[in-house]
Nanobody, 122 residues
Framework: QLQLVESGGGLVQPGGSLRLSCAAF????????IGWFRQAPGKEREGISC????????HYADSVKGRFTTSRDNAKNTVYLQMNSLKPEDTAVYYC???????????????WGQGTQVTVSS
């Protein structure tokens, strides 16, 4: 069964950090671009960033530039989203998704994880 599994979410105080992981099972991530998306209650899904199969990465959300970074470890079949200087407005369910190439459009992605909740609150 092909699946992506996110982990690392939780409750963090404003200014804190979290690292989300996106692990693949049943297939290798080596040839996939991995996008990160988030959806806050009552809001549309938002593309955050994407890392290409060769390790280049793109930011789609101005609100996270300078605070979020994306990396991948193909040996572990895992992609990471490092989130620093977290703000209450970063509260959302975070998803990773796999596609043949990076895209801001979630419809371009073939596989999705189940999501992990990130809550930023004091």
């Amino acid at each position: 069964q092909l699946q992506l599994v996110e982990s690392g979410g939780g409750l963090v105080q404003p200014g804190g950090s979290l690292r989300l992981s996106c692990a693949a099972f049943g297939f290798t991530l080596d040839y996939y671009a991995i996008g990160w998306f988030r959806q806050a209650p009552g809001k549309e899904r938002e593309g955050i960033s994407c890392i290409t199969s060769t390790g280049g990465w793109l930011h789609y959300a101005d609100s996270v530039k300078g605070r979020f970074t994306t990396s991948r470890d193909n040996a572990k079949n895992t992609v990471y989203l490092q989130m620093n200087s977290l703000k209450p407005e970063d509260t959302a369910v975070y998803y990773c998704a796999a596609a043949s190439g990076c895209s801001r459009d979630g419809n371009a992605y073939d596989y999705w994880g189940q999501g992990t909740q990130v809550t930023v609150s004091s």
